[in-house]
């Protein structure tokens, strides 16, 4: 439990127990010096009581001393002693009186002695005045009856007896101031010998705890200002290294604004261009709406060279059939001439007349199947090239209706281009409109750039303060865990 | 309209001319001594025939086939009102199939007709361009002698051996027929 107590507890408990201790030493000490006073005090005061009680009896020795000065001369210069000690017998009764309240045995002593003085006093006075009156003789007879003698005794007697008393009274009371003062000084002495070892081992239990506690304390605040300082020297060079970063980065920014500048310039300009160019695809549009319609044209002239082509085509192929059948006649001839010469050759010299007629004939034949088959080639020919142009007219038209087709996406493509360029031109707006705000933007950033460019300075100003607070406190921790463990720190 | 091209011009008046000529030049005396052949193709390969072996040339018509008589004999056609079988000459003389047949030629007794594809032209023939067979085997072959057409000799079928096989196979097979009954 006491190890878990904190430093400030620690100390309180150690100085609150030397503290009780002290003034439990104090206490004792302050009650015997007390007895020891009041018993100081009572000695005092037996000894004024015996001074008084001795000083009352003197008186009254004086007062008797000059009244017999005076019976025995009758000068009255005797009888200042007496009066003397008349008029201070009275307050030196009183204070008598008053030291014995309280003393029962005193009290009833000055109560009996009290008469006594007073017969006494009355005694002298009785006799003063018959020396006076009625001269020596009168007042030695008076004397002589022991009257005054026995009263004198009976006060001595009363002031021996409180002497005697208050001598013993004053021999029990010194006995015990003595007693009282060895008491007072064992108290003292050992009192405070246990309190310097009591506030010894409290002082040697705190220190012991204190030590070491403070000393792993110190240990952990060394390890720990080591890292801080390394965290320090870390801290630093991430500070100059974001700083250079933040150089850096300003000048980007500042090359970033000229170019923001730049492209609010160049959108402003794409704008202008991009008004231009809605009007140029306006124009374009009409434009191909115009050659839409020639294409139009272009594709009605197409269909009708189709149909004509077509037309020579069958023309072709009609041409083609005659022309067998002129082949087929030319071939029916030639066989025919054949056939006639075969007879012309059977009819010996009277057929070969005819044989010549039917040569020329099989000549004739053969230069009709020639001419026939040259027709034919030709005829292939025109229906080849009339294929070919149906086939090219008929690429031709797709051609067209492709390009129709494609003028009208190039239509709808011009409007799109119009329509778009009219978002572009709204967009380059914004474009213009959004950079001149990021320019500004920019700007603050530069400006906020610049601003965090001097917290990294000054911050890293900060980490060097740190860096040697850090070193400061690591050797004040070295010095302090030499203070506490010597020898840990040797 | 375009003019016609200038070549067929020329070949027309060409064609005029030399049927003007005809008439205007006057008659041989003596033709020179030629013989008359009909370039045939069976096949792909080319053939002459003599005139002075065909009593006819006549367009194919329609042959009815016959059971038997071998691969040769394509049926019977009637021809100018008779009956005559018709050969493949072109199965005769071994030559590849090629398309139908489109002429008969009948043979100079008119008693059959052989029927070729293709009838290339009508030739007149020096006898200095005829090239005799050197085989031993002439006498048994359909072709004993040849003629020279621009660097190309052209096969001469002699119909006459031809005729004298088929009919030497007719009693045969007809031989054979009655051996078997």
Not at chain 1, 250 to 255: D, L
Not at chain 1, 363 to 380: F, G, H, M, Q, Y
Not at chain 1, 409 to 436: H, P, Y
Not at chain 2, 64 to 92: E, H, K, M, N, W
Request: charged letters at 20%.
């Amino acid at each position: 439990m006491f190890s878990q107590w904190t430093f400030a507890k620690r100390l309180a408990a150690g100085y609150g127990a030397a503290a009780l201790v002290l003034l439990l030493i104090a206490v004792v000490a302050h009650r015997s010096t007390t007895a020891l006073t009041e018993n100081d005090d009572k000695v005092a005061r037996s000894y004024e009581v015996r001074a008084k009680f001795r000083l009352l009896l003197a008186e009254m020795i004086d007062a008797e001393t000059g009244q017999r000065g005076f019976l025995l001369t009758g000068d009255d210069t005797y009888l200042a002693p007496y009066q003397a000690a008349v008029a201070e017998i009275k307050p030196t009764l009183n204070a008598v009186q008053q030291m014995a309240t309280g003393n029962p045995e005193q009290e009833r002593i000055l109560s009996a002695i009290q008469p006594t003085i007073d017969a006494k006093l009355a005694e002298l006075k009785r006799t003063i005045d018959l020396r006076r009156i009625a001269g020596f003789d009168a007042a030695a007879k008076e004397v002589a009856t022991t009257k005054g003698k026995t009263l004198m005794d009976q006060i001595r007697s009363a002031v021996d007896d409180v002497d005697r008393q208050e001598g013993e009274t004053l021999k029990r009371r010194i006995a015990q101031v003595e007693a009282d003062s060895q008491w007072a000084l064992g108290i003292i002495l050992w009192g405070g010998f246990a309190g310097v070892i009591v506030v010894g081992m409290i002082g040697w239990l705190i220190t012991r705890s204190l030590t070491r506690q403070i000393g792993d304390a110190v240990g952990h605040v060394q390890s720990s200002s080591s890292e801080l300082q390394a965290a320090a020297n870390q801290q630093a060079t991430g500070l100059r290294e974001q700083a250079t970063a933040m150089s850096e980065i300003t000048t980007t920014i500042t090359e970033l604004l000229v170019t923001s500048r730049q492209i609010a310039e160049s959108a402003q300009r794409v704008a202008q261009i991009a008004e231009q160019t809605a009007g140029g695809a306006r124009t374009g549009g009409d434009a191909v709406d115009l050659a839409q319609e020639a294409i139009g044209g272009i594709r009605r002239q197409v269909d009708q060279i189709v149909a004509y082509m077509l037309e020579l085509g069958k023309k072709s192929q009609q041409i083609g059939a005659v022309l067998d059948i002129v082949s087929e006649l030319a071939e029916q001839t030639n066989i025919l001439a054949i056939n006639a010469t075969i007879e012309a050759a059977g009819a010996g010299d009277a057929g070969k007349r005819f044989a010549i007629v039917a040569d020329e004939i099989r000549k004739l034949a053969d230069r009709v199947a020639l001419s026939t088959k040259e027709i034919r080639t030709l005829i292939d020919d025109v229906r080849s090239a009339v294929n070919t142009t149906v086939m090219a007219t008929e690429t031709g038209s797709k051609a067209v209706d492709l390009g129709s087709q494609q003028f009208g996406q190039v239509a709808a493509g011009f409007r799109d281009i119009s329509g778009l360029v009219s978002t572009t031109t709204e967009a380059a707006r914004e474009i213009e409109l959004s950079t001149k705000q990021q320019t500004t933007a920019v700007e603050q950033v530069n400006l906020a750039i610049t601003n965090v460019a001097q917290a990294a300075h000054e911050t890293e100003t900060s980490a060097g303060q740190t860096l040697q607070t850090a070193s400061e406190l690591a050797h004040l921790s070295t010095n302090l865990a030499r203070i506490i463990r010597p020898q840990a720190a040797a | 309209m375009s003019d016609p091209p200038a070549a067929v011009t020329d070949t027309a008046a060409a064609l005029r001319q030399a049927f003007d000529r005809s008439f205007a030049e006057a008659r041989p005396a003596a033709p020179p001594a030629v013989e008359e052949l009909l370039a045939i193709t069976l096949g792909d390969e080319p053939y002459a025939l003599r005139l002075s072996e065909i009593d006819e040339i006549l367009a194919a018509r329609r042959i009815t086939r016959l059971p038997g008589g071998g691969t040769a004999l394509l049926g019977i056609a009637g021809c100018r009102g008779t009956i005559v079988p018709v050969y493949d000459l072109r199965a005769l003389l071994g030559c590849g199939r090629a398309g139908p047949a489109r002429w008969f030629a009948m043979t100079a007794d008119a008693t059959l007709a052989f029927a070729f594809e293709t009838l290339a032209a009508h030739l007149r023939v020096p006898h200095d361009a005829f090239v005799a067979h050197q085989t031993d085997a002439r006498q048994r072959t359909p072709v004993r002698d040849f003629v020279r057409l621009d660097d190309e000799l052209r096969p001469i079928v002699h119909l006459p051996s031809l005729i004298e096989a088929l009919q030497l196979q007719v009693p045969a097979t007809g031989n054979k027929r009655n051996s078997e009954r």
